[in-house]
């Protein structure tokens, strides 16, 4: 399986919870930080990310960046 | 082209192509059909579209979107098709976009009839649409004018980047005159790249975005202090008054368009009679000639306003002259002009008092 | 081992800034996509939006391009005026459903009866955001909104209006399809339609109108999730997605 990570531009995510959803492998979550707008931006919780963009895709703000690791 | 017989509303047409207006948006409405049919015809010869719109909304709103072009576009409609524009004036006006508006006005309130009138007076002098803002409107009186001021309207409108409507009515979109019309010197004016939508390029990738809406209250007054200081530019700069027979008159008649047309035949045979009877005539009715009625004689004893309507105009002499005179009106309303033995008879009249 | 970025922010998304629409709206999603087409297109400096009234009125401080305001539902006679006086340039209107379908009916109509060679993305969320959750012409039979509280009546209301089927009857407009940003299934499908109606309008083609069946969390009640999953549950069975017309 292909490997991933994204990043989360945590200061535009309003935690929709739209790429948790959407997430094929299940490796995101809400975090427990706020950030300046005082939303909980979304993270990566656990290992796992296959670099499919899908939360990428489903995202209303641009908020995450999705790299894909070559071996 | 040397002088030649046309009627207004053709006249006025083929002064905007002159000027350089290559792109119409219109709407059929009674008494400026010419103005559409004519640019339908003459518009692609010059490399121009003409567009009919499916509503005088529609063709407001597309001339809102060509003028932001930066080039040269207008429309024409009379009275209650000028009502149905006047949300799309007002952003026009909000957003700053160059567009000229003839307006050959008819009889109302409502759809009223097909006859001329100048009761949109106030319609296109004190608002019309919402808010803070403000058109140059010109008033021609001659067929030549409705060519002049029409070319000048460009000019204006670009200068200001401001909607500026030429103020007709029905007698002078549809009589017959001698007209001379030719190539406005600025009919190649290019667009302005510094604001006009697609020079993005040309701009470095600078984008321009174009509106009126302002959600926050700071920017918003902000906003409306920048148009207010354009208006008080306009206010110092574009004036335009006649002065007829003003230096000794006793009685000043105060009249613009067919009017002031008629009252000049007024005046003309009452001085014959050895009557002291002058005319002031506002060639532009925003920005109001308040200079120039700073320039009443002393001599002068009584105003009377002459209009094709209920007196609209006849605030405006007063805060113009600071009620120092007493003003008087006289106007006939349903399409009707007053006669030039009408006004004489008023003259009279008041001259008796 | 290397790393290669596979998706970023579009280079035609206004840097820096921060959308003001709610948590989970699918404005966000849609007005991603146009971006992502002017970028793959390379039109940033040719193209020219038209912002509607609504909520996404301020799309201008989110897209990175030229932009014009219209009045409520005036966008397509706006388009048509810039597009009129600039052939050469990409002219598109973004227009929710009280402008496009309410509104400013008169203008979309005319517009594509014209055969306009402008592109529209029209946002079908089947309430008015803005304004705060009031019934459109696209509020659905029983659904509730604030000016329809009991759920929305045909007898007093009328139908929800399907707005692509309608204009598709027209002979003049060329391309006319209904898609969804419900989920990345079906916004992959949306990409390539808005793509598509770019090209047209890049290749001359003439006019071109995605619809989009978005969500409103807020004014629905609903969770982001929930709502895209209401959406597909009862706004797709009454609004199909798929081409209704496609220069045939």
Same mark, same amino acid.
């Given at each position: 399986?292909?490997?991933?990570?994204?990043?989360?531009?945590?200061?535009?995510?309003?935690?929709?919870?739209?790429?948790?959803?959407?997430?094929?492998?299940?490796?995101?979550?809400?975090?427990?930080?706020?950030?300046?707008?005082?939303?909980?931006?979304?993270?990566?919780?656990?290992?796992?990310?296959?670099?499919?963009?899908?939360?990428?895709?489903?995202?209303?703000?641009?908020?995450?960046?999705?790299?894909?690791?070559?071996? | 082209?040397?002088?030649?017989?046309?009627?207004?509303?053709?006249?006025?047409?083929?002064?905007?192509?002159?000027?350089?207006?290559?792109?119409?948006?219109?709407?059929?409405?009674?008494?400026?059909?010419? @103005?559409?049919?004519? &640019?339908? *015809?003459?518009?692609?010869?010059? !490399?121009?579209?003409?567009? %009919? +719109?499916?509503?005088?909304? $529609?063709?407001?709103?597309?001339?809102?979107?060509?003028?932001?072009?930066?080039?040269?576009?207008?429309?024409?409609?009379?009275?209650?098709?000028?009502?149905?524009?006047?949300?799309?004036?007002?952003?026009?006006?909000?957003?700053?976009?160059?567009?000229? @508006?003839?307006?050959? &006005?008819? *009889?109302?309130?409502?759809?009223? !009839?097909?006859?001329?009138? %100048? +009761?949109?007076?106030?319609? $296109?002098?004190?608002?019309?649409?919402?808010?803070?803002?403000?058109?140059?409107?010109?008033?021609?009186?001659?067929?030549?004018?409705?060519?002049?001021?029409?070319?000048?309207?460009?000019?204006?409108?670009?200068?200001?980047?401001?909607?500026?409507?030429?103020?007709?009515?029905?007698?002078?979109?549809?009589?017959?005159?001698?007209?001379?019309?030719?190539?406005?010197?600025?009919?190649?004016?290019?667009?302005?790249?510094?604001?006009?939508?697609?020079?993005?390029?040309?701009?470095?990738?600078?984008?321009?975005?174009?509106?009126?809406?302002?959600?926050?209250?700071?920017?918003?007054?902000?906003?409306?202090?920048?148009?207010?200081?354009?208006?008080?530019?306009?206010?110092?700069?574009?004036?335009?008054?006649?002065?007829?027979?003003?230096?000794?008159?006793?009685?000043?008649?105060?009249?613009?368009?067919?009017?002031?047309?008629?009252?000049?035949?007024?005046?003309?045979?009452?001085?014959?009679?050895?009557?002291?009877?002058?005319?002031?005539?506002?060639?532009?009715?925003?920005?109001?000639?308040?200079?120039?009625?700073?320039?009443?004689?002393?001599?002068?004893?009584?105003?009377?306003?002459?209009?094709?309507?209920?007196?609209?105009?006849?605030?405006?002499?007063?805060?113009?002259?600071?009620?120092?005179?007493?003003?008087?009106?006289?106007?006939?309303?349903?399409?009707?002009?007053?006669?030039?033995?009408?006004?004489?008879?008023?003259?009279?009249?008041?001259?008796?008092? | 081992?290397?790393?290669?970025?596979?998706?970023?922010?579009?280079?035609?998304?206004?840097?820096?800034?921060?959308?003001?629409?709610?948590?989970?709206?699918?404005?966000?999603?849609?007005?991603?996509?146009?971006?992502?087409?002017?970028?793959?297109?390379?039109?940033?400096?040719?193209?020219?939006?038209?912002?509607?009234?609504?909520?996404?009125?301020?799309?201008?401080?989110?897209?990175?391009?030229?932009?014009?305001?219209?009045?409520?539902?005036?966008?397509?006679?706006?388009?048509?005026?810039?597009?009129?006086?600039?052939?050469?340039?990409?002219?598109?209107?973004?227009?929710?459903?009280?402008?496009?379908?309410?509104?400013?009916?008169?203008?979309?109509?005319?517009?594509?009866?014209?055969?306009?060679?402008?592109?529209?993305?029209?946002?079908?969320?089947?309430?008015?955001?803005?304004?705060?959750?009031?019934?459109?012409?696209?509020?659905?039979?029983?659904?509730?909104?604030?000016?329809?509280?009991?759920?929305?009546?045909?007898?007093?209301?009328?139908?929800?209006?399907?707005?692509?089927?309608?204009?598709?009857?027209?002979?003049?407009?060329?391309?006319?399809?209904?898609?969804?940003?419900?989920?990345?299934?079906?916004?992959?499908?949306?990409?390539?339609?808005?793509?598509?109606?770019?090209?047209?309008?890049?290749?001359?083609?003439?006019?071109?109108?995605?619809?989009?069946?978005?969500?409103?969390?807020?004014?629905?009640?609903?969770?982001?999730?929930?709502?895209?999953?209401?959406?597909?549950?009862?706004?797709?069975?009454?609004?199909?997605?798929?081409?209704?017309?496609?220069?045939?």
């Amino acid at each position: 399986m292909a490997k991933g990570r994204i990043e989360v531009l945590e200061q535009y995510c309003k935690s929709c919870g739209l790429c948790v959803a959407a997430c094929p492998v299940k490796v995101l979550r809400i975090s427990e930080k706020t950030n300046a707008k005082g939303y909980r931006p979304v993270e990566q919780f656990k290992e796992g990310c296959i670099g499919c963009a899908m939360c990428a895709t489903t995202c209303p703000d641009a908020a995450i960046e999705v790299f894909k690791i070559q071996e | 082209m040397g002088r030649v017989l046309m009627k207004g509303t053709e006249a006025i047409a083929e002064a905007a192509i002159q000027a350089g207006c290559k792109y119409f948006f219109g709407y059929p409405i009674t008494p400026q059909n010419e @103005i559409p049919e004519y &640019m339908s *015809a003459h518009l692609p010869e010059v !490399g121009g579209v003409y567009v %009919q +719109a499916e509503s005088e909304v $529609a063709s407001i709103n597309m001339v809102l979107g060509g003028g932001a072009t930066g080039y040269r576009v207008m429309t024409s409609s009379s009275s209650p098709g000028i009502s149905l524009m006047s949300e799309g004036i007002s952003y026009i006006a909000g957003c700053e976009i160059p567009a000229v @508006i003839v307006n050959v &006005m008819r *009889a109302g309130p409502g759809l009223g !009839g097909i006859l001329p009138g %100048q +009761a949109d007076y106030l319609q $296109a002098t004190k608002g019309g649409g919402n808010g803070d803002y403000n058109l140059i409107v010109l008033a021609p009186s001659t067929l030549q004018e409705c060519v002049d001021l029409t070319q000048l309207a460009f000019d204006l409108a670009q200068k200001y980047r401001n909607p500026v409507m030429v103020a007709a009515d029905g007698f002078m979109g549809q009589m017959m005159e001698a007209v001379e019309i030719k190539p406005s010197p600025t009919k190649d004016q290019p667009a302005d790249p510094t604001w006009a939508l697609g020079f993005m390029e040309e701009r470095g990738g600078k984008r321009s975005h174009l509106h009126s809406l302002f959600l926050a209250p700071e920017p918003l007054e902000e906003h409306n202090r920048k148009l207010q200081k354009k208006y008080g530019a306009m206010k110092a700069a574009e004036q335009r008054c006649e002065c007829y027979h003003m230096e000794d008159a006793e009685l000043l008649i105060a009249a613009y368009g067919t009017t002031a047309r008629i009252s000049r035949s007024a005046v003309n045979n009452l001085r014959a009679e050895g009557l002291k009877v002058g005319m002031i005539r506002p060639v532009t009715l925003w920005p109001y000639p308040y200079d120039a009625f700073k320039t009443i004689p002393s001599t002068v004893k009584n105003i009377l306003v002459a209009e094709m309507n209920a007196g609209q105009m006849v605030d405006d002499v007063k805060v113009a002259t600071g009620c120092r005179y007493p003003v008087s009106f006289y106007g006939r309303t349903g399409g009707f002009a007053p006669s030039v033995k009408e006004i004489e008879d008023e003259c009279r009249r008041i001259l008796a008092l | 081992m290397s790393e290669v970025k596979v998706y970023e922010r579009p280079k035609s998304w206004m840097p820096n800034v921060s959308s003001h629409y709610c948590p989970g709206c699918g404005h966000g999603i849609a007005h991603r996509l146009v971006c992502e087409v002017i970028d793959e297109l390379g039109i940033q400096n040719d193209t020219i939006g038209v912002a509607p009234v609504g909520c996404a009125a301020m799309i201008y401080d989110y897209m990175d391009t030229d932009y014009c305001e219209a009045p409520h539902g005036r966008a397509p006679a706006v388009a048509t005026g810039l597009k009129t006086v600039r052939p050469d340039k990409i002219v598109y209107t973004y227009q929710g459903d009280g402008d496009l379908a309410s509104i400013g009916m008169g203008e979309i109509v005319h517009a594509a009866n014209r055969g306009q060679n402008i592109t529209v993305i029209f946002i079908n969320n089947a309430i008015y955001g803005m304004t705060g959750g009031q019934m459109a012409p696209t509020t659905l039979l029983g659904q509730k909104a604030t000016t329809c509280p009991l759920g929305r009546d045909a007898k007093v209301n009328g139908y929800p209006i399907r707005v692509s089927e309608m204009l598709a009857t027209l002979p003049a407009p060329g391309y006319i399809t209904r898609v969804t940003v419900a989920q990345p299934k079906y916004i992959i499908k949306a990409k390539q339609a808005i793509k598509k109606a770019f090209q047209n309008q890049v290749e001359g083609k003439g006019f071109s109108l995605v619809e989009v069946l978005s969500s409103c969390p807020t004014n629905w009640g609903m969770r982001p999730v929930e709502a895209f999953d209401w959406l597909i549950s009862s706004m797709m069975p009454y609004y199909p997605l798929g081409d209704f017309k496609d220069f045939d």
